[in-house]
């Protein structure tokens, strides 16, 4: 993917507040968070040593950033069929017109 294309520049101006209103209002993000908090509420209670939270939490920062890279890709590959087909559409008006 071409670094600092279109898709780059649309996320620039994006605003997290944006993002922010909608997760408050998906119920699947929202159920989601709770079971976050409860497998949270979970490992609180096991009394881990420094090092095996440490450990854990090694595991749970690489699933994140792995899952986070996952879905930028998963994202932009959805916004580039997107413009794809927008271009599509206006190519094929075009063409009815004359």
């Keep these: ?5 279109l898709l780059e520049i649309i996320a620039a101006y994006r605003k997290v507040a944006d993002l922010d209103e909608l997760i408050k209002r998906d119920k699947s993000y929202q159920e989601a968070l709770a079971e976050e908090q409860s497998a ?21 920062t690489a699933y994140n950033e792995c899952g986070a890279a996952y879905g930028a890709v998963a994202y932009r590959f959805g916004m580039e069929d ?14 009815l017109k004359y």
């Design 1 to 5: 993917m071409k670094e600092n294309g």
């Design 82 to 95: 997107g413009i794809r087909v927008r271009m599509g559409r206006e190519e094929i008006m075009r063409f």
């Design 40 to 60: 949270s509420d979970i490992m609180d209670s096991l009394n881990l040593t420094f090092e095996q939270k440490k450990a854990v939490d090694r595991v749970i």
